[in-house]
């Protein structure tokens, strides 16, 4: 059907002129969209275009403002690799992906609010882990200022509390130089990082750093974000989950040390109050100082839509 102008107003129809290029003309760009177009990806990119055509509008963004936006995703990609993914700590400085953790899992929980509490994924998660030994080590590379804790802890059913076999546990952390493994030459592959699996019991353990505060990547495009909102980098101390059973669904979560900073502060948002855990000192074992227990719960699959465990990953070597 004809239409007047940039405005897309149908031919002969007596209304009041917007000025500029209006809603009707964003709605002419998402019904462009053809027959075969995924049902899924239109119902997402419908509202993607029509919201940033309007923030666009909110805001009389400048062609000088919307190129600067460009060019700071243009440099995310230019900065991601194999071993780090700028795009997704872009997405975390803002909220993004706490925000869609959280949607993904609350659309999953509703039928169980007793299963462990999801968190992000983070940019340097692996899909390679080494598996190691019921009780096994992580830390390989063991800085002078680290101290050894010694993490222990039963994986249950949810709805029922008693205890999975064989379950997996995917653990990883940062140094205490505030790097993980990928990032830093002097730790060796892998170090800080471990798949474990549940006993008969449902029990796991294994040794580990106690984490440490430390700052996101601070030389890209989202340190420059960070900046440029007057906001810090860091972390507060936390270690990084997947456990994951055959029956049930999949957690990726962070536990955080309640004695650390920042846990007011996240830089990327992701601090929620059930996942701050409290270390003890250990005794009678020369290897750890501290000690924690964490237990896990798990829901069953059919009691739950989608999980939280990552097809992709982040700065991941797959």
Same mark, same amino acid.
């Given at each position: 059907? @004809? %239409? ?11 209304q009041? +002129? ?10 002419? *760009?998402?019904?462009?969209?053809? &027959? ?8 997402v990119?419908?509202?993607? *275009?029509?919201? #940033?055509? !309007? $923030? ?35 997405? !975390? ?8 953790d !959280? #949607?993904?899992?609350?659309?999953? @929980?509703a039928?169980?609010?007793?299963? %462990? ?6 940019? $340097?998660?692996?899909?390679?882990? &080494? ?11 063991? +800085? ?10 039963t994986?249950? !059913?949810?709805?029922t509390?008693?205890? *999975?076999?064989?379950?997996?546990? /995917?653990?990883w ?22 798949? $474990?699996?549940?006993?008969d019991?449902?029990?796991?353990? $294994?040794?580990?750093?106690? +984490?440490? +505060?430390?700052?996101?990547?601070? /030389? ?17 101390a936390?270690?990084?989950y997947?456990? =994951?059973?055959?029956?049930?669904? &999949?957690?990726?979560? =962070? #536990?955080?040390?309640a ?17 701050v ?40 070597? @797959?």
């Amino acid at each position: 059907m @004809a %239409t007047n102008g940039v405005n897309g107003n149908k031919a002969g129809a007596v209304q009041t +002129p917007e000025v500029g290029l209006g809603k009707e003309w964003t709605e002419q *760009i998402i019904s462009a969209m053809g &027959p075969k177009t995924d049902d899924r990806l239109r119902e997402v990119l419908g509202p993607l *275009i029509r919201h #940033i055509h !309007d $923030f666009a509008r909110e805001v009389n963004l400048t062609v000088d403002e919307w190129m600067a936006g460009v060019q700071l995703v243009n440099w995310a990609g230019q900065m991601s690799n194999e071993r780090r993914n700028e795009g997704q700590l872009l997405c !975390d400085v803002i909220g993004l992906e706490s925000l869609v953790d !959280d #949607i993904t899992v609350r659309k999953a @929980a509703a039928a169980d609010d007793s299963a %462990t509490a999801s968190a992000i994924l983070g940019p $340097f998660f692996r899909h390679d882990h &080494p598996v190691r030994e019921f009780g096994g080590t992580t830390t390989f590379n063991t +800085p002078e200022d680290g101290q050894v804790a010694y993490v222990h802890g039963t994986v249950t !059913d949810a709805k029922t509390g008693k205890p *999975i076999q064989n379950a997996s546990i /995917d653990v990883w952390q940062a140094s205490t130089n505030g790097l993980y493994e990928q990032q830093d030459e002097n730790q060796i592959e892998h170090n800080l990082r471990g798949k $474990f699996y549940t006993n008969d019991k449902g029990e796991y353990a $294994f040794y580990c750093l106690r +984490p440490t +505060p430390y700052p996101v990547p601070f /030389d890209g495009p989202a340190g420059k974000l960070l900046q440029l909102m007057d906001r810090h980098p860091y972390r507060p101390a936390h270690i990084h989950y997947i456990v =994951q059973h055959e029956g049930h669904k &999949p957690i990726t979560t =962070q #536990i955080f040390d309640a004695e650390s900073k920042y846990l007011d502060d996240d830089s990327v948002f992701a601090v929620k109050d059930s996942l701050v855990v409290k270390f003890e000192p250990r005794k009678g074992d020369s290897q750890a100082e501290w000690e924690l227990q964490y237990d896990v719960a798990l829901a069953r699959d059919d009691e739950k839509g989608l999980g939280s465990t990552p097809s992709t990953s982040s700065g991941a070597i @797959a």
